[in-house]
C-alpha cells in the first residue's frame, strides 16, 4: 500500500536535505546527470517522491546509491533545489531504514545524541585501561586484539544485517525473480564496483577525486592490515614498520586535503556538510595522524612515558570502529556496491 507523509521533507532536513521544495519539476537535474539514463531516471524522480512524501517508494528504490555525488545537477538548477546533496540525505536516511538498531537514524539526525556517544565510547576506553592498570604493554596487546573483535561484530551486527534488509526491501518485498546465473554473474562486478567505484569516472573531470578516494580506500585498508594482522604496533621487522609509515601518512595527507576542501567549499560537492561528512573525515584523518605518532614514539622508546598518546589513539579507534564505520558515512561504498548489484538482478528480471 503506497503511504504518503505529509512530515518527509521536514524530517529529511535532519538527514541534510536543503530547499527541496523549491523545486519545480524541470527535469534538468535529470538531463545533465551522466549516471542517469532510461532505466534508472534520477534525481528528479527521487525529488518528486520527497515532495509528495512517498516514503515506502524511496525506501524501495536503489536509484540514491547510483548517484557519486559529483555536484552536476546542483550546479544546473534553476531553482538552487541541490538535487545532489538530496541524494546524498537519501542515502542517509535509507540507511537508518536499513539499519535494525535504529542508530544510525539517531546519530545522522541529531548531533547532541552522537556527542553522548563520542563521550561515552572515550569514557569506557579510558575505563578499560584503568583496570588494565594503565600498563602501556597491557594496554598495547588490548588494543590490538580490541580492533579484530570490533571487525567481527560491526560485520555480523551491523553491516551485513543491513545488506540484508537492503536486500529484502528492494529484492524480495518487490517480488523481483533473476535468474540464478545473474546472482553469480553479478558477483566480480560486485567486487570491482566495491574497490574501484569506477562507475564515478563517468562523471566529467572526476577523475582526480576518483583517484584521491581510491589511494584512501587502499591507504585505509593497508592501514588496518597493518596494525591488525601484521601487528605494526609491536612487531620489529623493518619493512612492516616503514610500510606502516607509508600507509599511515598516505591516509592522513589525503584525508588533510579533503577537509581543507570542506573548509574552503570552492565546489559544488563541499558546499553543504553534514556532521557526518566532517566526523568522517575527521576521524580518518586522526587515525592515521595518531597512529604515525605512536609508531615515532615505539621507535623512539618514548612511548612507555607517554601512554596518553596510545591511549588517544585507542579512543579515535573506538570511536571510529564503534560510531563512524557501523551508524555513519563510512558504509556507503559498501551499501552501494550492493545496491548496483541488486539493480542488476533488477534489470535481469524483466
Ligand atoms: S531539482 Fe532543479 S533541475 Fe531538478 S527538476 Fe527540480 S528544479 Fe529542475
Ligand atoms: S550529483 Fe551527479 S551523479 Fe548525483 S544525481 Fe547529481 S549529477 Fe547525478
New binding site residues.
Partial sequence: MLKINPEFVDGLEKFGAVD?N???????????CPLSDGDNSF??KM??YSVLGLENKIEDSLDPWLCYYCGE??E????????GE?MMSLRRWLISKYDWTGLSGLFYSSVPALIIGFVLVAILMIGICFTKHFNTETIMDFGHHFEKYLILAVASLILIPNIIRMFWFTILKEKIKAPLVSYIKGIWELILHMFTQKNSLKCENNTFRWLEHLLIVFGYLLLLFTTVFLNWFSTENTFIIWFGYIVGGLVFIFTFDFILGRIKKNKEINKFSHPSDWLFVIWLFLLGFTGFIVRIFIDTDLISNNLWLYMIHLIVIAQWGILIVPFGKWPHFLYRSFAMYFKKLEEDSK
Fill in positions: 527541496i523549491a523545486c519545480y519539476n524541470c527535469g534538468n537535474c535529470t538531463a545533465i534525481p528528479r525529488l518528486r545537477c546542483s544546473t538548477c534553476p531553482r538552487e533545489a541541490n538535487p538530496l
